[in-house]
T-cell receptor
Framework: QQQVKQSPQSLIVQKGGISIINCAYE??????FPWYQQFPGKGPALLIA?????SEKKEGRFTISFNKSAKQFSLHIMDSQPGDSATYFC???????????FGTGTRLLVSP | DTEVTQTPKHLVMGMTNKKSLKCEQH?????MYWYKQKAKKPPELMFV???????INESVPSRFSPECPNSSLLNLHLHALQPEDSALYLC???????????????FGPGTRLTVL
């Protein structure tokens, strides 16, 4: 119940296209859902995060869509660029707990 | 400034060596974390410090020994490691452990550890 399932494992998108990464969870106590971007040899960097009281959050080309009833959330990257090529991790955290539960990661490659 | 710094960037050690990893943040954060990350895997939580006290130990072997000398510094002391301990070791910090607001964890660049 503490797992966060992430798909796809890898994704190839053409430049200018939309990249979509999906995550699903079971634990209804999760109340914070961040997405992290990680380049090879670097630490994860927070990209965008959402609380379950909103259904969508947009920051620039990055949008989180959240479906509380389905217990799913997704990251959309609009106008994908080669510089977006990285590994993306979704995560979730319960109220009152410090531990982030990470998804398994999605390796995104944006072809020029 | 949302920077977490880690030293060294790379470390190669033998199984009988003793070494330390260092992490520093100047954001006034009161929670600090150590993670271990293997290639193509998500970060795995090892330890959490809250207000300089160990809050969580995720059943980490005693050959890893964390230390929090003050609110800005976090160390990870390494002794008698095994080759399977080779990984990227990440430090992170967050404002505090009150969960009434979004509590972003900021990660450092990591130390790439190789155990021979």
């Amino acid at each position: 119940q503490q797992q966060v399932k992430q798909s796809p494992q890898s994704l190839i998108v053409q430049k200018g296209g939309i990249s979509i990464i999906n995550c699903a969870y079971e634990n209804t106590a999760f109340d914070y859902f961040p997405w992290y971007q990680q380049f090879p040899g670097k630490g994860p960097a927070l990209l965008i995060a959402i609380r379950p009281d909103v259904s969508e959050k947009k920051e620039g080309r990055f949008t989180i869509s959240f479906n509380k009833s389905a217990k799913q959330f997704s990251l959309h990257i609009m106008d994908s660029q080669p510089g977006d090529s990285a590994t993306y991790f979704c995560a979730a955290r319960s109220w009152g707990f410090q531990k982030l539960v990470f998804g398994t990661g999605t390796r995104l490659l944006v072809s020029p | 400034d949302t920077e977490v710094t880690q030293t060294p960037k790379h470390l190669v050690m033998g199984m009988t060596n003793k070494k330390s990893l260092k992490c520093e943040q100047h954001m006034g954060h009161r929670a600090m974390y150590w993670y271990k990350q293997k290639a193509k895997k998500p970060p795995e939580l090892m330890f959490v410090y809250s207000y300089e006290k160990l809050s969580i130990n995720e059943s980490v072997p005693s050959r890893f020994s964390p230390e929090c000398p003050n609110s800005s510094l976090l160390n990870l002391h390494l002794h008698a490691l095994q080759p399977e301990d080779s990984a990227l070791y990440l430090c992170a910090s967050s404002q505090d452990l009150a969960s009434l607001r979004l509590d972003t964890q900021y990660f450092g660049p990591g130390t790439r550890l190789t155990v021979l």
